[in-house]
Nanobody, 123 residues
């Protein structure tokens, strides 16, 4: 299963961005999709995750109240609406997904990562 992120860019503090993540390639079902980020010289940091059908969402404390994750199961798309961006939100944002695909005779578990999209927030 391939994941492709889009929507990153350069914005000023206080502005908004919406990231998209498209999953494709023999998908049987998606259990969850999420976002992590990695700033220069830092380890990857959990941002948000959502389960299939939007039944459950979790956010890192640093983004609660500012970021909203959503999932369109019909399109196999996840979104991350980022409002009131801060310079410390600057990072490469990676999408991940877990579920089952048609890689074998029967649906099998998969876990995939995207290549990332750069978000830069200037002060």
């Amino acid at each position: 299963v391939e994941l492709v992120e889009s929507g990153g860019g350069l914005v000023q503090a206080g502005e908004s961005l919406r990231l998209s993540c498209a999953a494709s390639g023999g998908i049987f079902s998606i259990d969850s999709m999420g976002w992590v980020r990695q700033a220069p010289g830092e380890q990857r940091e959990f941002v948000a995750v959502i389960t299939s059908g939007g039944r459950s969402m979790n956010y890192a404390d640093s983004v609660k109240g500012r970021f909203t994750i959503s999932l369109d199961n019909a399109k196999n798309m996840a979104y991350l609406q980022m409002n009131t961006l801060k310079p410390e939100d600057t990072a490469v944002y990676f999408c991940n997904a877990q579920g089952r695909d048609y890689s074998g005779t029967y649906p099998a578990d998969f876990a995939s990562w995207g290549q990332g999209t750069q978000v830069t927030v200037s002060a």
